[in-house]
């Protein structure tokens, strides 16, 4: 299928009409009225040989054709993007883009601010936005919605490159003043003990819950939290038992009455990766942000 102007312009009607699933909300997108988005569903309708779109109650939903069209249309709009934002220089001292990372609170918390202070020193003027993990992350990833993924290799796509940038073991931590931090966590004091365990708002387990189901290890949690961060705090005070990363560990020690006890299992380290899109390996920008995320990583 070959475009002109006014082809790929339909073909970014499409890409919002499949996406939105509202006309109304489709010509808000595209800054232009109703009855000219009506108008490009009609010759897109036409072309397609198609509905693409129909109203079934109150709702307008995606027609076979449409929801078959929606992956396609969105990567061939990333290819146009990106080859055109791409050039071979960069100057991060120069310019005022504005990187998409999605991160775990775990890495916000422990790499990100080196991240930032690195880009200071550099005197890098660039922005950045900071987006929380969610499930399927390579799908913001394909349609251009981020630049970055940083996550753990388990839980990195097979169809985008990626590097990783460096390895994490788990510890455990509990309450400096509690009756578990008297004594040697055992395999039998650790089933137990409560626990507090992490799950993504989306409901995805954490890492080191798959490593747990992995290995067929049970944990009687009865806290659930949806953030690293808040792990350490809501063992304070308290009996219970919290499997975390030990960066962050060390890192909450230094603040608040916790003490850090050595698993008695022994779970694999988290490989932290960087994950790009493939069509991308080439942006100078991603490149130098890759750089720094890399050397922030290499920071103890």
């Known amino acids: 299928m070959r475009f002109n102007k006014l082809d790929l312009n339909l073909l970014v ?99 990100v601010p080196k991240v930032l202070a690195l880009c200071r020193m550099a005197g890098s003027t660039v922005r950045f936005n900071f987006l929380h993990q969610v499930d399927g992350p390579e799908r913001l990833l394909e349609r251009g919605d981020v630049d970055l993924l940083i996550i753990p290799k388990e839980f990195c796509s097979r169809q985008h490159p990626f590097e990783i940038i460096l390895e994490e073991e788990f510890c455990a931590i509990v309450w400096s003043e509690g009756r578990l931090a008297r004594e040697k966590l055992t395999r039998r004091s650790f089933a137990e003990a409560s626990h507090i365990a992490m799950q993504a708002p989306g409901g995805a387990p954490s890492l080191e819950s798959v490593f747990f189901k992995q290995h067929d290890l049970v944990r009687r949690t009865d806290v659930m939290t949806y953030s690293f961060n808040t792990m350490p705090l809501l063992v304070v005070g308290t009996d219970r038992v919290a499997t975390i990363h030990r960066r962050l560990a060390n890192q909450a020690a230094r603040t608040l009455p916790i003490k850090i006890i050595e698993l008695p299992y022994r779970l694999p380290k988290m490989q932290q990766s960087i994950q790009w899109h493939r069509y991308r390996s080439q942006d100078a920008g991603l490149i130098w942000l890759r750089g720094v995320i890399s050397e922030a990583a290499a920071q103890e």
Do not use: C
């Open 13 to 111: 009607a499409l890409d919002h009409l499949l996406n939105l699933r509202s006309v109304s909300g489709a010509a808000a997108r595209m800054n232009m009225t109703q009855s000219a988005m009506s108008n490009a569903l009609l010759r897109l309708r036409e072309y397609f040989a198609d509905d693409l779109l129909v109203k079934i109650g109150r709702r307008m939903e995606l027609t076979p054709r449409g929801e078959a069209l929606k992956d396609a249309v969105r990567d061939v709009l990333v290819r146009v993007e990106w080859t055109i934002a791409t050039t071979a220089d960069f100057d991060p001292a120069r310019s005022d883009r504005q990187f998409n990372v999605l991160v775990s609170d775990y890495t916000l918390a422990t790499l």
